[in-house]
Structure formats: structure tokens, C-alpha cells
């Protein structure tokens, strides 16, 4: 039973590796996924932000409605852990 | 051959998703289920990143106010998407231990062949 | 179930740890537009300083210096303060969460967005912090 499980995996990682051969190479400035949109935010984070720091003015400012949805994710998981476990009393502990 | 040089970091990345999704079904102790499931999403963050980088950049924060050449500086926009995984990651494990405590208390077990003996009772 | 630590060491150096753990994760949240940084960082150490304080210290004395039914009200008021600056700009004429359209006088465009992102991360540290410390809490109440 459980070689049936490694074969599986191997079957697995086997089918990635031949699926990551066509992924560009290790650090290509030329990638697909640089040259999109990502220059434009290199370019106009200053002038319209004042902002030095991309990754925050890209997180809270150009893509803030993703972090909206994510704080409502662990605000419901701490609620979720609330629920299940049970409150506490008013005067202890 | 040259693919091998060249792609190194998505096939490490892809030896530790195997090794995360192995334990996620192998073992039969939840506990270890949840660490394999933990093992797993680190694995994926990893890929994610490490299609970000760029020869000779660095960190993407710009070093003066007018050099804002874009060759300079890596991708900025997967570091954004990972920074919703990882706390995705801790809310999944925070759910996940709280589940487990609830059965334990119930069942006292945490084994999966005793605990679907122990449910059908 | 957390029982107060045995050594008198440990139970100092908490004392004298927790208030420099709490400056540094201020220090992370504020430079987040310039270093590497920003809201959800500073959120998670400050809830490793409180997480101490819980460990090292005991239940009794902690609960008395950071009450456990405080962490959720904090994490509501960290998601109130986000959803709010996006309801205010679309209250004032703009699209929902454009800094833009702010309604605060003397001062241009970029730097009302500038002060949106800071005041956006402080309400995503605040929601963090909560939260995290609610569910630390929570895992380890008694029956």
C-alpha cells in the first residue's frame, strides 16, 4: 500500500519536471512575467505615491482591494476559532 | 542538460511539494497530515519566488528618487501575492489545530484507523 | 494550563524584552514605505511580544495586563479602520479605496495617497495583531 502511494508521487513530480522544462531560465530579465505590467509600477510608483517602497505602494495602494479580502480571511478565522472553542467568562481567566 | 542549470530552484521547490504531498496521504497520524500540508504551501511560496528574481537586481525599494530604471530592481509583483499566502497559511493552521483539539477531547485519539473505529461506536 | 515559569531568570529578561519588542515592531510598521516592512510584519511581532508575555509570565499575571476578550475587538477595529478609508473616499466623490479622492485639505494628490497607505497598514497591524493573539488565546483556554 504504501509503494502504491510513492509511485504515485514519483508519477507526479515526474509529470512537473517535464512541465517546468519550459519555464524561463533562473533570473532572464526577459521573462514573460517582468515585462507586463511591472515596469509601469516601477516607473510610477514615485510620482503618484511618493512611496520608495514598491511591494508596499503595490499592496495597499495599486492592488488594495486584495488586501481587504485577505484581512477578512484571518478575521474569519479568528472568529472561526472563537466559535469553536468557546469564550471566556466575565470575571476570570 | 543545460535545463537542469538553468531551472535548479523549480525542481528543488518541486522535490519538496512531493515530499509535503507524501505526507499528507502516507501517514496516518493527523498531526503529521497537518505538518505535510504546512511543508506543501512553503513549497509552493518557494516556486512563486523564485520566478521573481533577476541577475544583478536587488530588493524592490528604489534607491533614490530618480532611478527608476526597471532592470535594476526584481519583480516586485509575486512577493506581493506571496505575502496573501503565507498569512492564508496561518489562518488554514490556525482552523486546522483548533479542529484537532475538538477531536481529541472528544475521542481521544488522533490515529485515523482508531478514530473511525471509535466513531462508528 | 500555562503555568507561570519555574526560573527567576527567564521571568526578568521577559520584563525587560517585551517593551523593546513592541518598539521594534512600531519601528517595522512605520518604515514600511521605505524598507522592507509594513503591516502584516509588524502585526506578527507584535503578537510574538504578547505571545511572550503569555509563555513566560503565567495566565494570571498576563491576563491581567492584556485581557484575552480584547484580541477579536481589536482585530474588528483593524478591518473597520480599512473598510472605512475606502468608504470615505467613495462618500467623497472617488471610486471605493482611492486615496485620491480623500477628503483632507492642503495637501496634493500624492500625498494624500502617501497618508492613505499609512493609515490602510496601521488598520491591517492592528487587524493582524488581534487576531493572532485571539487565536493563541483561544487554543489554550481550559475547559
Redesign the interface.
Known amino acids: 500500500m504504501?509503494w502504491l502511494?510513492?509511485i504515485l508521487?514519483?508519477l507526479?513530480?515526474a509529470f512537473?519536471?517535464y512541465a517546468?522544462?519550459d519555464?524561463?531560465?533562473?533570473?532572464?530579465?526577459g521573462?514573460p512575467?517582468?515585462v507586463h505590467?511591472?515596469?509601469e509600477?516601477?516607473?510610477r510608483?514615485?510620482e503618484d505615491t511618493h512611496t520608495?517602497?514598491?511591494?508596499t505602494s503595490?499592496?495597499a495602494d495599486y492592488?488594495g482591494y486584495?488586501?481587504l479580502g485577505?484581512t477578512t480571511?484571518?478575521f474569519?478565522?479568528?472568529l472561526?476559532?472563537y466559535l469553536?472553542?468557546g469564550g471566556w467568562k466575565r470575571n476570570d481567566s | 542538460m543545460e535545463?537542469l542549470l538553468?531551472?535548479?530552484?523549480?525542481?528543488l521547490s518541486?522535490?519538496l511539494?512531493?515530499i509535503g504531498?507524501?505526507g499528507m496521504?502516507?501517514k496516518r497520524n493527523l498531526m503529521k497530515k497537518l505538518i505535510g500540508m504546512t511543508i506543501f504551501q512553503v513549497a509552493i511560496i518557494l516556486l512563486f519566488i523564485?520566478?521573481?528574481?533577476?541577475?544583478g537586481?536587488t530588493?524592490?525599494?528604489?534607491i533614490s528618487?530618480d532611478i527608476?530604471d526597471?532592470?535594476l530592481?526584481v519583480?516586485?509583483?509575486?512577493?506581493?501575492l506571496m505575502?496573501?499566502a503565507?498569512?492564508?497559511m496561518?489562518?488554514?493552521s490556525?482552523?486546522a489545530?483548533?479542529?484537532l483539539?475538538?477531536i481529541y477531547?472528544r475521542y481521544h485519539t488522533l490515529d485515523e484507523t482508531e478514530l473511525l473505529e471509535r466513531m462508528r461506536e | 494550563m500555562i503555568a507561570r515559569h519555574n526560573s527567576l531568570i527567564v521571568n526578568i529578561a521577559c520584563r525587560v524584552i517585551v517593551p523593546f519588542i513592541f518598539l521594534y515592531a512600531l519601528c517595522v510598521i512605520m518604515f514600511g514605505h521605505?524598507?522592507?516592512g509594513g503591516g502584516?510584519q509588524g502585526g506578527t511581532i507584535l503578537a510574538a511580544g504578547v505571545i511572550l508575555m503569555r509563555l513566560c509570565l503565567g495566565k494570571e499575571a498576563s491576563y491581567k495586563k492584556f485581557p484575552p476578550r480584547l484580541g477579536l475587538i481589536l482585530g474588528g477595529i483593524g478591518i473597520l479602520i480599512y473598510s472605512g478609508t475606502g468608504l470615505a473616499a467613495l462618500l467623497a466623490g472617488g471610486n471605493y479605496l482611492d486615496y485620491a479622492a480623500l477628503p483632507v485639505q492642503g495637501m496634493d494628490i500624492p500625498d494624500r495617497r502617501y497618508y492613505g497607505i499609512l493609515f490602510v497598514e496601521l488598520g491591517v497591524a492592528l487587524g493582524?495583531f488581534g487576531v493572532?493573539t485571539s487565536?493563541f488565546d483561544?487554543?489554550t483556554k481550559e475547559?
Open positions: 504504501k502511494g510513492i508521487i514519483a507526479f513530480a512537473l519536471f517546468e522544462a519555464m524561463p531560465a533562473y533570473g532572464d530579465p521573462a512575467g517582468s505590467v511591472t515596469p509600477y516601477i516607473e510608483t514615485y520608495p517602497n514598491i511591494v503595490v499592496l492592488r486584495d488586501t485577505e480571511v484571518i474569519t478565522a479568528g472561526i476559532c469553536l472553542l | 535545463a538553468e531551472q535548479y530552484p523549480y525542481y518541486t522535490v511539494l512531493a504531498l507524501w496521504f502516507a523564485s520566478t521573481s528574481a533577476k541577475a537586481g530588493f524592490p525599494a528604489l528618487h527608476t526597471p532592470t530592481y519583480n516586485p509583483l509575486p512577493h506581493v505575502l496573501t503565507i498569512v492564508v496561518v489562518a488554514t490556525g482552523v489545530l483548533a479542529i483539539l475538538l477531547r | 521605505y524598507s522592507p502584516f493582524v493572532l487565536i483561544s487554543l475547559k
